[in-house]
């Protein structure tokens, strides 16, 4: 089975620029969620989507938004970039409505902002 | 509102001893524990999960946790410690049978010294 993919690897960007991230699900994964990662520090819960709808958001401004496709990928949209922002991006999928079952994560997305 | 709390920031032990990594954690229904390994620029691993039944939960790579609902909390133990083993461990809660919100702790660094 394929795990949670995201792409890219790493993107550099500058201040002021906006950037796409994107994510594909386990199969049969209908819930996706973002979090943000400081440089060695705690999650930070960025979004969650389900079945196309943002279901929860965290403490962000609203530059941060992102959407889900019908085919339960996602794509996570930062604009207005700023210096901050650098850090890794994690996406996980789970199913939302099985409580016991666990979120699984990918490697990330590493965002730099010169 | 749930919340997981992981009271030591650093936990040091040296290689072949056991280890433990601390966590508790407050919720309003029954409890759905996790425990995650993250090693540098990688995304969380799952390792174990508690819904019910045994308290003593085992999970991969010879870990295991305990479950004691008096003092609302869930260890992560190994009874070895490897070098291997030196990363960064997360606990979260999910709450009820229909939660969607997964809650992480701050983190843990676990450091096996040679």
């Known amino acids: 089975e394929a795990g949670v993919t995201q792409s890219p690897t790493h993107l550099i960007k500058t201040r002021g620029q906006q950037a796409t991230l994107r994510c594909s699900p386990i199969?049969?994964?209908?819930?996706v969620y973002w979090y943000q990662q400081a440089l060695g520090l705690g999650l930070q819960f960025l979004l969650w989507y389900d079945e196309g709808e943002e279901r929860n958001r965290g403490n962000f401004p609203p530059r941060f938004s992102g959407r889900q496709f019908p085919n339960y990928s996602s794509e996570l949209n930062v604009n207005a970039l700023e210096l901050e922002d650098s850090a890794l991006y994690l996406c996980?999928?789970?199913?939302?409505?099985?409580?016991?079952?666990?979120?699984?994560f990918g490697d990330g997305t590493r965002l730099s902002i010169l | 509102a749930q919340s997981v709390a992981q009271p030591e920031d650093q936990v040091n032990v040296a290689e072949g001893n056991p280890l433990t990594v601390k966590c508790t954690y407050s919720?309003?229904?029954?409890?759905?524990l996790f425990w995650y390994v993250q090693y540098p620029n990688r995304g969380l691993q799952f390792l174990l999960k508690y819904i019910t039944g045994d308290n003593l939960v085992k999970g991969s790579y010879g870990f295991e946790a305990e479950f004691n609902k008096s003092q609302t909390s869930f260890h992560l133990k190994k009874p070895s410690a490897l070098v291997s083993d030196s990363a960064l461990y997360f606990c979260a809660v999910r709450d009820g049978d229909y939660g969607q919100n997964f809650v992480f702790g701050p983190g843990t660094r676990l450091s096996v010294l040679p």
């Open positions: 199969s049969g994964h209908t819930s």
């Open positions: 996980a999928s789970s199913s939302p409505w099985v409580g016991n079952q666990p979120q699984h």
């Open positions: 919720v309003s229904g029954n409890p759905y």
